[in-house]
């Protein structure tokens, strides 16, 4: 009963930092994740069946390769997980898309999405940290969550109010 209620406490912490993205449809050139998959890969997770919601990314992220959404949504999975570094890989892969132009996201969207993913970042990296098995890792985790949250800060002051209110909640890293 216990990792029952840790699990569906990570889930609502994950659901709402990660609410923001979804639906996102940038992409009218390009193969782009069908939102039927996300609301399934978030439906599986809220049944607690990650295994299966990772199955189903892996395919959004196969389909779509290019759409940077498919890789924020398999990072959830991957938090969900606790495979914090391959959420952290997925992360960076979804900044490199959007960084190169690859996305094709529009010039004025780039900022708040790219402090939406800083977000998901520092967050990740804060519950990483809170989980760390010790001190060596805690404090690594920490340093990445203050280099993230430093660049989320400086690029958008409403995802950074956003994390600030995520952190300060009750159920931030649980």
């Not at 990445?144 to 109010?161: G, I, M, N, S, Y």
């Amino acid at each position: 009963m216990h990792t029952s209620l840790l699990f569906r406490r990570s889930l609502v912490l994950i659901v709402i930092v990660f609410s923001g993205l979804a639906g996102c449809s940038f992409f009218p050139n390009s193969a782009r994740m069908d939102p039927a998959d996300e609301n399934r890969v978030m439906g599986l997770l809220n049944d607690q069946k990650p295994d299966e919601a990772l199955a189903v990314a892996n395919k959004t992220v196969a389909g779509a390769p290019e759409d940077f959404q498919t890789y924020r949504t398999r990072s959830t999975v991957y938090l969900a997980l606790r495979r914090y570094d391959e959420a952290q890989i997925d992360n960076v892969k979804a900044l490199q898309l959007i960084e190169t132009g690859k996305s094709e996201l529009p010039k004025e969207k780039q900022p708040a999405t790219l402090a939406q993913i800083h977000e998901s970042m520092a967050l990740t990296a804060l519950i990483a940290a809170r989980r760390a098995p010790d001190e060596v890792r805690y404090e690594r985790w920490i340093k990445v969550f203050q280099e993230q949250a430093d660049r989320v800060k400086k690029l958008d002051p409403a995802t950074w109010t956003h994390m600030r209110d995520v952190v300060e909640s009750p159920d931030a890293g649980q």
